[in-house]
């Protein structure tokens, strides 16, 4: 995980002064601690007993409480292979929430083996299960996992991650890596990508309009700028480029959109990777 201004944590009020241009501002908002996050920042939050497992992977609760089931399923109307038998999935970033636990119970029940590369302190907070493996570090710099299971894993997640990968890495050698993992048929999920370019459209509809006025409480109309350029913010340049690298490796990929009762599916979309 790295660095990135997410643009969920504008809440969802676009005319909210973003971290820099507004100290004060900043401070005194109650979810600003869940701006700029880094892999170490991730450490940090994994060991704060104040925290709740949601904020402990950088949500504030609102955004994942009684969301996860919800989540899950979409999950795996996407990923056929964790609806099958004794695969092989490898869950990168799962951090430490229901989420987790509830992808964990899912294989244990599928029979499927079931690989984790997490920073130690988020797997830490896991249990431990005769089919389970655990990889502390980041992907792909976890190189016993790349080295050792190179197209042999039915299904790859990488859920809430590649957003923060796009900023303190890079995102292709990360898709680059995962792609290569894949076994004949094997998919692989970049799911919950906050696409600002969505984000725009949205707050530039009638749908996004009111949903910016319940939230704010005013009658005001949000504030959305397009054609320029946002740096340490994915858009649908980079999500077309993802896209298109993965069909250069070989694979089919597409672009879907998220569960309509999802916490943040006006504002952000999947990714599918699928190995013919």
Not at 21 to 35: D, L, N, W, Y
Not at 44 to 54: E, G, I
């Amino acid at each position: 995980m790295g660095s990135a201004q997410n643009p969920d944590l504008e809440w969802p009020d676009p005319t909210r002064p973003l971290l820099g241009e507004s100290t004060r501002v900043e401070a005194a908002h109650p979810h600003s601690r869940f701006e700029n996050l880094t892999y170490a920042d991730f450490r940090k939050l994994a060991t704060d007993p104040s925290l709740s497992p949601h904020e402990k992977i950088g949500f504030p609760n609102e955004y994942r409480q009684d969301k996860e089931r919800l989540i899950l399923d979409d999950i795996v109307r996407k990923v056929s292979a964790l609806g099958g038998r004794r695969k092989t999935v490898l869950d990168i970033g799962p951090g430490c929430g229901a989420l987790a636990r509830m992808l964990i119970d899912l294989c244990e029940q599928q029979e499927h083996t079931l690989l984790l590369v997490d920073c130690p302190e988020m797997l830490a907070h896991l249990p431990d299960r005769p089919f389970m493996r655990k990889y502390p570090g980041r992907f792909p710099q976890c190189d016993v996992v790349v080295r050792e299971y190179s197209s042999r894993i039915d299904a790859v997640l990488a859920y809430s991650v590649a957003h923060y990968v796009f900023v303190e890495s890079s995102i292709f050698d990360f898709v680059d890596q995962a792609v290569a993992l894949l076994a004949p048929g094997g998919e692989l999920l970049i799911g919950d990508i906050p696409n600002v370019s969505k984000r725009k459209r949205f707050f530039s509809s009638a749908a996004g309009v009111a949903f910016h006025q319940n939230f704010v409480g005013r009658p005001e109309q949000p504030a959305v700028g397009f054609n320029h350029l946002e740096p340490a913010k994915m858009d649908d340049a980079v999500v077309v480029s993802l896209l298109l690298r993965a069909r250069l490796a070989g694979a089919d990929s597409y672009v879907l959109p998220q569960g309509g009762g999802l916490p943040m599916a006006n504002r952000r979309e999947d990714i599918l990777i699928r190995k013919p």
